[in-house]
């Protein structure tokens, strides 16, 4: 099992960056692949992006490609999303999520059965 805590959300003018971490509990971190979800009101959560447990993989939804960025450091049992050129339309509740699942499931948020609190990101524009 594996606890995790978001952090780094917060206001951001549109075309600036923040860095969302989310810090895992646990001994067996890099078992894990690893994703990001959002969730904006009104709407249905939707994959962002996530990473395999090496680290070796990623995968990206359309609407990020290019912006965001996604990594993992297992020594510190934490995953990154680097987020530039952010939108108006990134506005949402992030959430990380673990999986022990690997390849294109890892787009798909029930194939997460750990997850986060959420942090809330806010771009204005």
């Known amino acids: 099992q594996v606890q995790l805590v978001e952090s780094g959300g917060g206001l951001v003018q549109a075309g600036g960056s923040l860095r969302l971490s989310c810090a895992a509990s646990?001994?067996?971190?890099?078992?894990?692949?690893m994703g990001w979800f959002r969730q904006a009101p009104g709407k249905e959560r939707e994959f962002v992006a996530a990473v395999s447990w090496s680290g070796a993989n990623t995968y990206y939804a359309d609407s990020v490609k290019g912006r965001f960025t996604i990594s993992r450091d297992n020594a510190r049992n934490t995953v990154y999303l680097q987020m530039n050129s952010l939108k108006a339309e990134d506005t949402a509740v992030y959430y990380c999520?673990?999986?022990?699942?690997?390849?294109?499931?890892?787009?798909?948020?029930?194939?997460?059965?750990?997850w986060g609190q959420g942090t809330q990101v806010t771009v204005s524009s």
């Open positions: 646990g001994r067996t971190f890099s078992s894990y692949a």
């Open positions: 999520a673990a999986s022990m699942l690997s390849g294109w499931d890892l787009v798909v948020w029930n194939k997460y059965p750990y």
